[in-house]
T-cell receptor, first 112, second 114 residues
Framework: AQSVSQHNHHVILSEAASLELGCNYS??????LFWYVQYPGQHLQLLLK??????LVKGIKGFEAEFIKSKFSFNLRKPSVQWSDTAEYFC??????????FGKGTMLLVSP | IAGITQAPTSQILAAGRRMTLRCTQD?????MYWYRQDLGLGLRLIHY???????GKGEVPDGYSVSRANTDDFPLTLASAVPSQTSVYFC?????????????FGPGTRLTVL
């Protein structure tokens, strides 16, 4: 079965620390990759997406992600987090015309 | 403002009762989706619709039904609610069900079944 794995369920960082959230998927072949963010009490919003081309994707709010096909990974990064980045982050993948499969999410807490 | 609206925002429901969660989008998107979000389980797809008049089952369809009579509306019905259906329900839509289906999400409905 197709699956998406997020390595950390909870991450706690201090402001200005660097962030990397792991995401691995089990699909073969060509995939579409997404990172969504859910701020406390809000709905999911798209952070960034990868369909094709440059494997280093830049999104909103200083986030970026790198697609490494050989590792089936799409890790999310940010050089310096802020308190306002406290949120839950979801990796999602789909292949072709299939529906999205989400990871279980990583809760990020940034302490001021 | 264009987007997705869901109603109600929250609801407490007695077990065995019937409940319909409403979802409306004004983006003229072809595809719509219903997810439930549970702590530690992420988002799981309940049902989806690639276009008006068609629906399909997702990962956790049991106990839920949907209809897609037109492009804008995609209601989710719990015929006889059970406590395990306590969850936050998100409706989403995408322009197509095709290859580049970036999904947009509604604000959610928090449902508690007692």
């Amino acid at each position: 079965a197709q699956s998406v794995s997020q390595h950390n369920h909870h991450v706690i960082l201090s402001e200005a620390a660097s962030l990397e959230l792991g995401c691995n998927y089990s699909y073969g072949g060509t995939v579409n990759l997404f990172w969504y963010v859910q701020y406390p009490g809000q709905h999911l919003q798209l952070l960034l997406k990868y369909f094709s081309g440059d494997p280093l994707v830049k999104g909103i709010k200083g986030f970026e992600a790198e697609f490494i096909k050989s590792k089936f990974s799409f890790n999310l990064r940010k050089p310096s987090v802020q308190w306002s980045d406290t949120a839950e982050y979801f990796c999602a993948v789909n292949k072709g015309y299939s529906t999205l499969t989400f990871g279980k999410g990583t809760m990020l807490l940034v302490s001021p | 403002i264009a987007g997705i609206t869901q109603a109600p925002t929250s609801q407490i429901l007695a077990a065995g009762r019937r409940m319909t969660l409403r979802c409306t989008q004004d983006m003229r998107h072809n595809a719509m989706y219903w997810y439930r979000q549970d702590l530690g389980l992420g988002l799981r797809l309940i049902h989806y619709s690639n276009t008006a008049g068609t629906t399909g089952k997702g990962e956790v369809p049991d106990g839920y039904s949907v209809s897609r009579a037109n492009t804008d509306d995609f209601p989710l019905t719990l015929a006889s609610a059970v406590p395990s259906q306590t969850s936050v329900y998100f409706c989403a839509s995408s322009a197509t069900s095709g290859y580049y289906n970036e999904q947009f999400f509604g604000p959610g409905t928090r449902l508690t079944v007692l």
